[in-house]
C-alpha cells in the first residue's frame, strides 16, 4: 500500500483485513511510496514468508506495475491486483471492475453534462462488470499451477 494515500490504504486494508479474517489468514500490511521502497517490501514479505502480495490501488503502485511484476518473479512472490493492465504487466491475476466498462460510463456522464444535465443531480455509479484475469506464463514461472475450474471462471487468460 501506498502510505501518502490514506484514504485508498484505509479502504483498502479494511477490505483486506475483512477477507483475510473470514479465510483464517493473517494479513501483514507493508508500505511503499517509492521505488527503493518497493525493493523492501518484495524482501521484506519473502523474509515474513508471505504466500503473495496484493498490490493496492494507487497510481505510484500502477506506475510501477511492470518493476512490481519483476520482483514478484524475483522474490517468488504471487502478485494479485485490481487491474487487468497488472496482469498483461506480467502479476499472477486480477481481479477488478472492468476498467472499459467504467470509461465508457464515464463518458456517458460527460455527454449528460454536456447536454445541460446537472452533476450534482446525476446518481452516482459504481462499477457493475468485474473481470478475473490469470498469466499463466508468470504463474508457471512461480511454479502455481492454476485449477481448471478457476481458469474456466476466468474472463481472460494471457497465456
Given amino acids: 500500500m501506498n502510505p501518502t494515500n490514506p484514504e485508498t490504504m ?7 483485513q475483512a477477507a483475510a479474517r473470514s479465510l483464517g489468514m493473517e494479513l501483514i500490511v507493508v508500505n511503499a511510496s517509492t521505488e527503493s521502497e518497493i525493493e523492501r517490501v518484495f524482501a521484506a514479505a519473502a523474509q515474513l514468508r508471505a504466500a503473495a502480495m496484493y498490490v493496492g490501488s494507487d497510481a505510484f503502485l500502477v506506475s510501477q506495475r511492470a518493476r512490481i511484476a519483476a520482483l514478484g518473479l524475483r522474490y517468488a512472490l504471487p502478485t494479485i491486483a485490481p487491474s487487468r493492465d497488472d496482469v498483461v504487466a506480467g502479476e499472477l491475476m486480477s481481479y477488478g471492475s472492468n476498467q472499459a466498462d467504467m470509461y465508457r460510463q464515464a463518458g456517458i456522464y460527460v455527454g ?13 455509479l459504481e462499477p457493475t462488470k468485474f473481470e478475473l484475469v490469470i498469466n499463466l506464463k508468470t504463474a508457471r514461472t512461480l511454479g502455481i499451477s492454476i485449477p481448471q475450474a478457476v481458469l474456466a471462471r476466468a474472463d481472460e487468460v494471457i497465456e
Fill in 10 to 16: 484505509k479502504v483498502e486494508r479494511q477490505n483486506m
Fill in 112 to 124: 449528460r453534462i454536456l447536454k445541460g444535465e446537472k452533476p450534482s443531480d446525476l446518481p452516482v
